[in-house]
């Protein structure tokens, strides 16, 4: 696999959120501003850089399905809380992706 500027960032962006979402879980760390920043960061160049045009569609499923997979399960009283500090950080990459991707393909068919 070749190392650029996407594939750093997608690891950056995923891996990134999921520890700080873990972090923040068990109340060891708190995400600050700079932190949210990087993380939208990464996925506005995931999402300009890694998603090509084929891709497009299953990846605003799959960050739907995650969205909807948080909502459903912030309402389980045991799990709710764990559940929204783990994927908080994980949509702050996946909303400017899924934006980035929505944005180009209706640019893509409308030309």
Do not use: C, Q, R
């Amino acid at each position: 696999m070749k190392w650029g500027l996407g594939n750093i960032a997608f690891m950056v962006g995923i891996f990134g959120s999921i520890i700080v979402g873990l972090l923040s879980a068990f109340e060891v760390f708190t995400a600050g501003a700079i932190v949210i920043w990087i993380l939208v960061a990464a996925g506005l160049v995931i999402g300009f850089m890694n998603v090509k045009d084929k891709e497009s569609v299953a990846v605003m499923v799959a960050s739907l399905v995650l969205g909807g997979f948080s909502a459903v399960m912030a309402f389980l009283p045991v799990f709710g809380d764990f559940v929204n500090a783990v994927f908080a950080p994980l949509f702050y990459v996946i909303g400017p992706m899924a934006a980035v991707v929505a944005i180009k393909t209706i640019i893509a068919k409308a030309n």
